[in-house]
């Protein structure tokens, strides 16, 4: 843990989280789709971006605190859905949503999460976010709404960008599954890894508790791995927005908005709130980064609906660069993924403090004292609202 105590910047915990856990879960963290080139760019696409530095300006009592779809928020920061997190570190979307209900900030569960929707809500005190997938089985989809209302979900973040599952070279040269098959490159791999392994060994949760024993495709992992790929819906539709708000009956967040046509469509579905994302360069493989195209579904839907942002964050400085071209917070992946497979709580706690602290300075270089308050005149050159 000491690493985690000396990691100065979310590279650090990349660094240390590569050291613990096995490649295989690594890779699947750290990979995009074909050639990576959007996943390379949602990163790249912000150091071109300027800030307007401001001098002799009352800088004092600075806050990062917000609202996000109504909720009250230590920072403009949210944990995204990542999959598979409980194999990054055992238990870990249990220990990523109490690092996040410490830090005063919402965590977004996945539906290929490791631990259950009830796995959480018996861990944590405050409500919490659900991802949602729109499968095939839409019986067990509603069951899945229902299971996140009894479990007091204060949203549904709803993925509109996987109706396939885009092609990523590393998960499949790795031989990725879950849990991993023992063929002898597996073994080695977690015998590298012994706190890793020894975790592992110590908990039961180590398949999609969201599906074996909710689904129709019986309990074994193997059952549970060929239902979950067979689920993949491409006919999901618009009205499959509204369907899921109205069997929710509370906020509905839409993920996975690229263009201003479908930022429009989703407010007219009744979307309270979009999420500019292309999930993580992991999908088509050519896309634009989600920053160069924030500024125009902004202008297109911000006066209607919150536009939230995800994709690339590795610092505080791209969250003010982010809120600073419209959006209203914005969602971290792999920057707390890295901190999770690299000390569990703690580096998921190190990581949510690494961007608060380069957020809060940021923002004190370019004169403001709150959050709420970071605009267009804080880039440079200033750009018109």
């Known amino acids: 843990m000491d690493r985690i105590a000396r990691a100065l910047t979310i590279d650090d915990l990349r660094e240390a989280a590569r ?8 890779d699947y963290m750290e990979s995009g789709s074909w050639s990576e080139q959007t996943f390379r760019d949602n990163e790249a696409d912000f150091a071109r971006i300027r800030l307007r530095q401001r001098v002799a300006v009352n800088i004092e009592n600075r806050s990062l605190a917000t609202t996000i779809v109504g909720h009250k928020v230590a920072m403009p920061v949210a944990l995204a859905p990542i999959g598979l997190a409980g194999m990054q570190f055992a238990d870990g ?22 631990c259950s929707i009830e796995d959480i809500a018996a861990h944590t005190s405050r409500p919490f976010w659900f991802q949602l997938y729109v499968m095939r089985d839409r019986g067990f989809v509603e069951r899945l ?26 998960d499949l040269r790795n031989g990725l599954s879950v849990p991993p098959r023992l063929t002898p490159q597996h073994l080695w791999q977690m015998a590298m890894r012994p706190r890793w392994l020894l975790g592992m060994l110590a908990t039961r949760r180590r398949t999609f508790r969201n599906i074996a024993g909710h689904a129709t495709s019986g309990n074994d992992v193997a059952s549970v791995v060929e239902w979950t790929n067979r689920q993949f819906d491409p006919t999901l539709s618009w009205s499959d927005v509204t369907w899921v708000k109205k069997r929710f009956g509370g906020t509905v967040i839409v993920k996975g908005i690229l263009d201003v046509a479908d930022a429009r469509s989703a407010v007219s579905a009744g979307a309270d709130a979009i999420v500019v994302s292309n999930h993580g360069g992991r999908q088509l493989d050519g896309a634009p980064s989600t920053i160069t195209v924030l500024p125009e579904i902004v202008a297109a839907v911000g006066d209607r609906t919150e536009v939230l942002f995800d994709g690339g964050i590795r610092s505080g400085q791209s969250v003010l660069k982010a809120l600073a071209l419209g959006a209203r917070g914005t969602f971290i992946g792999r920057a707390f993924a890295y901190g999770l497979a690299a000390g569990g709580e703690a580096g998921v706690t190190r990581a949510i403090e690494i961007l608060a602290r380069e957020l809060d300075m940021t923002m004190a270089f370019c004169g403001e004292r709150q959050v709420t308050a970071i605009g267009r005149h804080n880039l440079y050159p200033p750009q018109p609202a």
Request: glycine share 4%; hydrophobic share 50%.
């Open 145 to 170: 709404i229902d299971r996140a209302k009894a479990a007091n979900c204060s949203a549904l973040v709803l993925t509109m960008d996987l109706q396939m599952l885009g092609q990523r070279h590393k």
């Open 19 to 26: 050291r613990r856990a096995p490649r295989m879960f690594f």
């Open 93 to 114: 979307e249990i220990l990523a949503a109490r690092a996040a209900e410490k830090a005063g900030i919402p965590f977004t569960l996945s539906t290929m999460s490791i």
